[in-house]
């Protein structure tokens, strides 16, 4: 029972002690600025984990949802704020492109780390030259 109290108070433990050498080396994260200035970009981060968590359960491996997200906070930076409109159509068709290299690898059984690891860069390359 203890062991098992142990493995889930593990994640509380482990962001107790990243939080502790943090306040440690910059004290003044401890405040209520500092804190929101490292937590605001969690719910990104957690929803690209919680999809490459569905995609690890298909014993597969996505290596392009990091440049993905970059490339939609790209857009989502620049275009959104320039022309609404626009940026909402590019958000839709990088959408629906993702959704489509999805479909391409399991219609046609590729290696999905492969083609994923291509298309990083794609998305990459796309950040950069969108800027």
């Given amino acids: 029972m203890n062991r098992r109290l142990l493995r889930?108070?593990?994640?509380?433990?482990?962001?107790?002690?990243?939080?502790?050498?943090?306040f440690y080396?910059?004290?003044?994260?401890?405040?209520?600025f500092g804190l929101n200035l490292m937590l605001q970009y969690a719910v990104p981060i957690?929803?690209?984990?919680?999809?490459?968590?569905?995609?690890i359960t298909l014993n597969d491996l996505d290596l392009s949802i990091g440049?993905?997200?970059?490339?939609?906070s790209c857009v989502g930076a620049t275009l959104?704020?320039?022309?609404p409109a626009l940026g909402v159509v590019v958000l839709l068709a990088l959408i629906?492109?993702?959704g489509a290299v999805g479909?391409?690898?399991?219609?046609r059984n590729l290696p999905s780390i492969v083609v994923t690891l291509g298309l990083s860069f794609v998305w990459l390359g796309l950040?950069?030259?969108?800027?």
């Fill in 80 to 83: 959104l704020f320039d022309s």
């Fill in 8 to 22: 889930q108070a593990l994640p509380f433990l482990s962001l107790a002690v990243v939080l502790a050498a943090t």
């Fill in 96 to 98: 629906m492109a993702y």
């Fill in 46 to 55: 957690a929803l690209a984990t919680i999809a490459q968590m569905f995609i």
């Fill in 67 to 72: 440049p993905f997200v970059g490339l939609v």
């Fill in 103 to 107: 479909a391409l690898i399991h219609v």
């Fill in 25 to 32: 080396v910059q004290p003044r994260t401890m405040s209520y």
């Fill in 127 to 131: 950040s950069l030259i969108h800027i």
